[in-house]
Structures are given as C-alpha cells and as structure tokens.
C-alpha cells in the first residue's frame, strides 16, 4: 500500500480554518475568543504572520541562579547570612544595599557580587567604578512596582537604566556607557502567564535596542535580565500551588531570555519553618527547567509564534513613547498614562478575580478550607490583617495588593473565629428539581462557599421542598440548588420556613421569582462578586474581624 504524500492532503484556506473555527464555537462568532492582555490589547484568533526582528532574541547562552541579600541593621547576621546563601550555591548574591559593600566577606569574590543601584542616586560614580573596575560582577536596575502594567515595566527597566547612563555624574568622572557595556543588569518580575512575560522579556531587548541606537549608545551595551517570579500572584493558603506559580514564571523568563533568575521560596509569606528545604526547591526549580527540560538550550524557543510576536510589538510601541520621560526623571509626563495603564490593568484584574472570572487556585477556585489550618497552629500562626480595619478591599490594599488578598483575608477571618473556640461556618445545599440542573448548580454553590472558607453539607438531594425544609432545620445558610421551573414554589416556601436562616439561590436572577423577604443578597452565580457575598454572610453571622 502507497504511502500517502504530503502533496495528496488539501492545503486548507484561512476560510477554511474560519469556518472550521465558528463550527466548534457552536455557531458563536470567532471574534468572542479574542484575547485581551492586561494591558488592554486584545490578540484576535489568528494572528497574521509578523516578522521577528533580531533584537528579541538572546544574546549571551547559559543562564546563572541568584540570591539576593539585604542588610537589616545586624552587621555580623549580615554576614552570616551571605556565607549561609554561598553554602546553598547560587551563581550569584545580589546585595541589596550596596552602601555595606565593604562589609561583605571575602569568601564572596567579586565575580559572583552583583549590587542594587539606584539610578539617580548620590554613588552612581562609586558603583559605576566598582563594576568597571571589576569590584563586582554588575549593577542591577529594578523595573517598575509588580503593580505596573508589563509595558511600563519594559519602559521603567530601559528608562532607569538609559538614565543612570546618562548620568551627569557619571560623565563628570570619566565614566563612559563603553566602561559598562557587560556590568548593567535589568531586574524585573514575571508572573504565570507565560505568554505575556515571554512577550514582555522579549520586548525589553527591542525597546532597549531601539533606544541606545537613537541615543548613540554602543551597539555592544547589551544588559543583561534578571528576572524573579511575581509575589503579586502568590498566596499565602495553599503555599505549595506557589511552587507551581513560580515554576510557570522562571519558564517563561527562561524562555523571553532572561540570563539570571532569582526563584522565591513557596513558603515566604508564611514564614515556613524548614527555610532549607524550601530554597532547595526553589532552586531545584531552575534546575529541572535548565537541566531536564532543556529550555535554555533553544535559542528564542518562542520566536516566531505569532500570538507572542505580535504582542512583542505591542508591547515594544507602547514602551517606547515613555523611556525618555522616565530616563529624564520626569515622572510628571508619566502620571497620566500611569493611572490609565494601572486602571486599565489591576482593576480590572481584581474584579475579574473577585467575580471568580479569573482564577486564582485554591483561592477563588478550587478552595479546601479544611486546609488552611496547615498554616500552622493558632499560637504560631502570623496573621498579617492584625489591627486592620475597613472592609476587605480597604484592608488587602493597605497591606499591599496580591490578586487573591481579598479571598484570603476572609478564609482567616474564618480561621481566626475557629480558633478562638468557635465553629466554622457552614453552608447547608438543598438540591431539588431536575437531577442535571441541581447537580450542576449544587457543585458550584459547594465551591463558592469554600472560597469563603465555609464548610458545606451536602445532603444531595431531596424529593420534596418540605423533606429539604425538615434536614435544613438547624442550618445557619442554606442555597437552594434546582432548575428554574422549581424555584418560583421553593424559595418562598423555603425562606418562609427558615426565618433564622440566611437563604440564598444558585443561579441568576430570573423572571417571577419574587423574594421580597430575603435580606440577604440570595443570589449566586458566576459573574457575582464573590467577595462581597460572602463578606456580608461572613457579617451576619457574627464572623468578627481578626483582632
């Protein structure tokens, strides 16, 4: 039997495949799967060819492991902590607080030394000698605030560096950029979504060729990235899904061509006890990825995909237009754009999170409450919502803003009532109706009262509304579970038996469905704010805030 040939197969139009497409959308339009990145630009289905210019691509193979060290007022536990991080065996220490340079050891060489500098700073002079000098390996820039948007990271990375090139001071010392072609270092976080980030690494080097060739930089300035995973996506429930989060994130650094990672220990947040084997993971992280997987031995494994092309230049013309603000200091050009990108971006982002549209597992999706409690025991555990006050979103942004803060605060909120004796809250689900409709809607009623720290009954059906009535006698919430042609006789029926009871109803809102007599928000849905449901359940049933 003949082989068949790849001539003997049809080459298949873009009609085609458009056709194809909205057959699997069941009839839905292919523009309704268009991608819309946090920073507002949306990425339609296909994408047409773009072509990848040079500049995205890495420069220098390998990638080395860092540490970073911070001096906190304890010169010997300085040290000490320096000789505890050469002993774990990162390629490089990033010191923090170059101002204690001199108190480093000398069992730290100068090769494996790299320094935090700030870019406006009154020692620019004195760090630009020590790196050109070779008194440290190089001078790391950090980026904008994990809450900027990916291109006024890329803007404020090649801004404050281009900035502290041209710094008068430098120039006033003999300084040169040639002296610091192979010293300057750009650090900047990445979160999971890996094609963004990859998009946002590769961006940065045609945003900063794209500068240095009009500023008459020399070509051969190439800094190099460093690149840590995002805290802004961590949690501090369910730390181990940080390990997965992290990994995501050194992927997607490794593969936009970061030459330096930083990988953080799952277990920060909380304080975890076994501070040993939490950096060998992280560590082993990196390794896995560079020494099982690969990922650095293909040069630019992403090039050439046309989602992460195209949002490359993107990214890359947005950037462009504030690198000279920000490399003049002149953070007053800034401060329109600024607001607009962080609305556009961590509004929307939040929102999406606490609408449970956006998933944060373990979180908002997918939550364990019996888990929680593996924080540790109630005399050990360190609540960082002590002495708050406001509502929840007041609270998660005065304490500094992670995507799923807000779900976080009321599952302690919870555990903080258990473990002053009380019992956890508990939502009782009644599913009556139609077995498909109950089932589906009792599911996501179980998970979205757990996001919120509650444990659920779920009796799993009940023939009748006076049988869902009698087990639901003693219960503090009760969700009526059903189809819509149940609810209009359950709900009254239901709420008017349990006047002590918090009833609420899976679903959305439909038409005849009259409760005036329910004084809660009853209904719940994908789309609701999740948050502030379960905030006021939370409120009426005497949870109090952490003390």
């Known amino acids: 039997m003949a082989e068949d040939s790849p001539a003997d197969f049809p080459t298949p139009s873009m009609d085609d495949w458009r056709v194809a497409a909205e057959k699997a959308l069941r009839g839905k339009p292919l523009e309704s799967i268009t991608w819309q990145t946090d920073d507002g630009f949306e990425l339609p289905p296909v994408v047409e060819d773009v072509e990848a210019p040079a500049s995205s691509r890495r420069e220098r193979p390998g990638v080395q492991l860092c540490a970073s060290v911070a001096y906190l007022g304890d010169l010997p536990r300085f040290r000490e902590v320096i000789e505890h991080e050469l002993e774990h065996g990162p390629d490089l220490l990033l010191i923090e607080d170059p101002e204690h340079l001199d108190a480093v050891p000398d069992s730290l060489p100068p090769a494996r030394t790299l320094i935090a500098v700030d870019p406006w700073g009154r020692d620019v002079v004195r760090w630009a000698r020590a790196a050109s000098d070779g008194h440290v390996a190089g001078l790391v820039i950090e980026a904008g605030e994990k809450e900027e948007t990916a291109a006024l990271?890329?803007?404020?990375?090649?801004?404050?560096?281009?900035?502290?090139?041209?710094?008068?001071?430098?120039?006033?010392?003999?300084?040169?950029?040639?002296?610091?072609?192979?010293?300057?270092?750009?650090?900047?976080?990445?979160?999971?979504?890996?094609?963004?980030?990859?998009?946002?690494?590769?961006?940065?080097r045609r945003v900063w060729d794209a500068s240095v060739r009009e500023l008459g930089f020399p070509a051969e300035l190439q800094p190099r990235i460093l690149a840590m995973p995002s805290s802004f996506t961590e949690t501090r429930l369910e730390p181990h899904t940080n390990l997965l989060r992290s990994t995501l994130a050194l992927f997607a650094a490794i593969c936009g061509g970061a030459s330096i990672v930083e990988p953080n220990t799952f277990d920060a947040l909380i304080g975890g006890e076994d501070e040993c084997t939490s950096v060998r993971l992280a560590q082993n992280q990196v390794k896995l990825l560079l020494e099982e997987a690969y990922v650095a031995h293909v040069d630019d494994p992403m090039g050439g995909a046309r989602a992460v092309e195209a949002l490359t230049a993107e990214l890359t013309e947005v950037a462009l237009r504030y690198v000279e603000p920000i490399a003049n200091a002149r953070g007053d050009l800034l401060n329109e754009f600024q607001d607009r990108q962080r609305e556009v971006a961590m509004e929307r982002i939040i929102d999406e999170t606490r609408r449970r549209e956006r998933v944060v597992v373990g979180i908002n999706r997918f939550a364990d409450p019996a888990r929680d409690g593996a924080m540790g025991d109630s005399d050990d555990r360190s609540w960082p919502y002590e002495g708050c006050e406001g509502d929840d979103e007041e609270v998660a942004r005065a304490l500094g803003m992670r995507q799923g803060m807000a779900f976080e605060w009321l599952r302690e909120r919870v555990l903080s009532h258990v473990d002053r004796g009380n019992d956890r809250p508990a939502a009782m689900l009644l599913p009556l109706g139609d077995a498909r409709k109950r089932r589906h809607r009792a599911d996501f009623a179980a998970e979205f009262f757990?996001?919120?720290?509650?444990?659920?009954?779920?009796?799993?059906?009940?023939?009748?509304?006076?049988?869902?009535?009698?087990?639901?006698?003693?219960?503090?919430?009760?969700?009526?579970?059903?189809?819509?042609?149940?609810?209009?006789?359950?709900?009254?029926?239901?709420?008017?038996?349990?006047?002590?009871?918090?009833?609420?109803?899976?679903?959305?809102?439909?038409?005849?469905?009259?409760?005036?007599?329910?004084?809660?928000?009853?209904?719940?849905?994908?789309?609701?704010?999740?948050?502030?449901?379960?905030?006021?359940?939370?409120?009426?049933?005497?949870?109090?805030?952490?003390?």
Request: with cysteine; glycine share 6%; proline share 7%.
């Open 153 to 204: 990271q890329i803007a404020y990375a090649v801004g404050r560096a281009i900035g502290f090139l041209r710094s008068p001071q430098l120039a006033l010392a003999g300084v040169t950029a040639s002296d610091l072609c192979d010293r300057l270092i750009l650090k900047i976080e990445v979160t999971p979504a890996v094609i963004t980030e990859v998009a946002k690494l590769r961006a940065i």
């Open 450 to 547: 757990r996001c919120g720290g509650f444990d659920v009954i779920d009796p799993w059906a009940f023939d009748t509304v006076d049988a869902a009535i009698a087990a639901a006698a003693d219960a503090r919430v009760v969700v009526i579970c059903a189809d819509d042609a149940t609810y209009p006789d359950a709900v009254p029926a239901i709420a008017a038996a349990l006047p002590n009871a918090l009833v609420y109803v899976a679903g959305k809102p439909t038409e005849g469905l009259d409760v005036p007599d329910l004084d809660v928000p009853c209904f719940v849905y994908q789309g609701v704010d999740a948050v502030d449901v379960l905030s006021d359940a939370l409120d009426r049933l005497g949870v109090g805030r952490i003390p």
